[in-house]
């Protein structure tokens, strides 16, 4: 099986001169294509900073980071926000909908703004809300939905193109137990059925159990 993820000999720096404070030290590991892997560690071990340099969306770090065989770390930025957008997609603790747009608008969005043709979308969305488990609440809007439902809107939102990778920093960190395990059934659902290579940040080892494997972090090391 081949690489998805693979992070090399990463070191990550906060700050300058007195006030350093170095978050990652030579962090290594790879997530094979198809996996589902997760990531835990305590409070302020560097999950999220690693997440944010895997998804491309902080670039200042030492060492490399290759996504589906291609370095992260000497590509372009116009080649990288390419990637992002084709290749991953970003579920966060809190939802992040926009409050006045109902589901499918919120589920569109980040696609609609590049362009693409709502109408071309309409199968795919109604597969991915027919997945998540939405289709009934396509036209809600999000203070209508319990906070599970929310968040199922923002793995829509993050899985409409059909990204080849998912990356969840504490996606169920905001919910009761069971709106977090129908969050981590689903997560399982588009890594079994849709092929989708996850990653997941998680406190919780009744969550991480869900993946395939868990990596712990401790102080900015994977050990
Ligand atoms: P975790 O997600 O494991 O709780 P983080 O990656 O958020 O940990 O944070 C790790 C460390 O990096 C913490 O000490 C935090 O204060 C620091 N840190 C995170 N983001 C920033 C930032 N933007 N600027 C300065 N320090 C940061
Ligand atoms: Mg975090």
Redesign the pocket.
Known sequence: MSSMIEVKNVSKT??KGGSE?K?LTDAGFEVKKGEFVSLM??????????LYLIGGLDREFEGNILIDGEDITKMSERKLSQLRLEKIGFVFQFYNLVQNLNVEDNILLPLTVKGKKRSELEPELKEILEITGLTEKRKAMPTELSGGQQQRVAVARAVLGNPEILLA?EATGNLDSVSGTEIMNLFKKLNEKKGITILQ?THSADCAAYGNRTIN?EN?RIV
């Open positions: 906060f700050g404070n978050v560690g305590a409070s302020g071990s560097g999950k999220s900073t690693l920093d940040v972090i900015g």
